[in-house]
Nanobody
């Protein structure tokens, strides 16, 4: 059974860089597609980007160059970095797995709340 667990700071100050980690168990991150998705309060899910098993990365144009997704295969972890955060980046952040680039997200982490505030 594949399990995903997000971790990171719950509070980040404006203009700082947010860094979140997704630790994967029960499956290797060198296969499938590993995604970061967020849900701001009162809004829908927002796909931010993904890293494929090959290591290729894909980003939503909505966040431009602020987003970076990397991985550590030795730890089976995926990392999201979001730079120059503002209060609008306050959200629950999820990592999720897809079996293909455009397929459904069939495994999800529980999510981690991130608040951007001074």
């Amino acid at each position: 059974q594949v399990q995903l667990q997000e971790s990171g700071p719950g509070l980040v100050k404006p203009s700082q860089t947010l860094s979140l980690t997704c630790t994967v168990s029960g499956g290797s991150i060198t296969t499938n597609y590993w995604n970061w998705i967020r849900q701001p309060p009162g809004k829908g899910l927002e796909w931010m980007g993904a890293i494929a098993g090959s290591g290729s990365t894909f980003y939503s144009p909505s966040h431009g160059s602020r987003t970076s997704i990397t991985r550590d295969t030795s730890k089976n972890q995926i990392t999201l970095q979001l730079s120059s955060v503002t209060p609008e980046d306050t959200a629950v952040y999820y990592c999720a797995r897809r079996s293909s680039a455009a397929g459904p997200h069939n495994y999800w982490g529980q999510g981690t709340q991130v608040t951007v505030s001074s």
